[in-house]
């Protein structure tokens, strides 16, 4: 197929007028004018046309409109968006339509264009007209952001409506109504106990004794837990207990993860070994050895609790 020359031209400048007669900005829109015979340009449609170009001089030309002022002639409307002196060969203009692909190749094309930002020639006009741009987002992008802002929406939520089911289960207990400290208020419960455990050993009832002081023991322990780190220990399973405790207290955690899980383990396990159907299932000794080892460990847990108290306190007149 033989090639379209065709005739650069500035617009309002009439058609025979050269677009290299003043230099274009970049930006400027100008026209190429291709005579040809009247079948070249058939299958061509206007509002399919696009240019092809080598990877190159993908900038150096852009077809921003296609017209047939008549059956033996058609007008491209162009810019540029890269300055310095252009000879352009082998451009395309294709169509693709149902019957098919069309291409019309034309002639090599020579035109100069000046940067708007080059001082030594001054801006001769604004920069052309870029086409309509399209600032529509996809539907899914809208998906996704919906998605993010509902997630996190809802984790705040859960962790609200967490927060005020914690706070009304630990009313629930009215473990705050004593003007006891923790550590006190655990010790007076542990000296209770172990008057209990006397009159045990005086001869006194053995079973039902046992399992009372095993089951206050136990209570003791975990309203300790509850006002000191503000856990509903007694509504809650020793699981859901050692996650709060991790989650919210990481480094008494981390220190005293062992002395927690034997804790309520040995508890747990004495209860229900003096509740196996009236018969005795634990000896005195053991009750005594539990109760020295919870009593051990809350005295090291409210050592570190009160250091570090002590060190928030002062460090913040650091």
């Not at 409307?77 to 082998?90: D, E, R, W």
Request: with cysteine.
């Amino acid at each position: 197929m033989s090639e379209i020359n065709c005739t650069v031209a500035q617009l309002n400048s009439g058609a025979n007028a050269s677009a290299n007669s003043a230099a274009l900005n970049v930006g400027s829109v100008f026209e190429l004018h291709c005579p040809s015979v009247s079948d070249v340009w058939q299958g061509i449609t206007p509002d399919q046309a696009q240019l092809k170009l080598p990877e190159a001089d993908q900038y150096k030309l852009k077809l921003l409109k296609l017209d047939f002022p008549s059956k033996n002639e058609a007008v491209l409307t162009v810019t540029s968006y890269k300055p310095g002196s252009h000879n352009l060969a082998g451009v395309q203009v294709i169509s693709h339509d149902a019957s098919g692909d069309h291409m019309v190749t034309l002639a090599p094309i020579q035109f100069s264009v000046v940067s708007v930002m080059d001082q030594q020639t001054p801006q001769e006009e604004p920069f052309g007209a870029l086409g309509p741009v399209k600032l529509s987002l996809p539907l899914w992008y809208w998906l996704v952001i919906v998605g993010v802002v509902v997630f996190f929406a809802g984790m705040i939520w859960l962790r609200i409506w967490k927060r005020g089911k914690k706070k009304k289960l630990l009313a629930k207990m009215h473990v705050f109504e004593t003007a006891q400290t923790p550590f006190f208020q655990f010790h007076h419960s542990v000296r209770k106990i172990q008057r209990e455990i006397g009159f045990v050993s005086e001869g006194g009832t053995t079973i039902d004794v046992m399992a009372s002081a095993v089951k206050e023991l136990s209570q003791a322990y975990k309203i300790y837990l509850a006002r000191t780190f503000l856990i509903p220990t007694l509504d809650w399973t020793e699981k859901q207990i050692l996650s709060d405790l991790k989650k919210n207290y990481r480094s008494i955690y981390e220190e005293h993860r062992g002395g927690f899980k034997k804790s309520l383990a040995e508890l747990s396990r004495a209860q229900a070994a003096l509740s196996a159907e009236g018969s005795l299932q634990l000896s005195l000794k053991d009750i005594a050895q539990t109760l020295k080892m919870v009593r051990d460990h809350v005295d090291q847990v409210e050592q570190l609790v009160t250091q570090q108290k002590t060190k928030k306190i002062f460090g913040g007149f650091g």
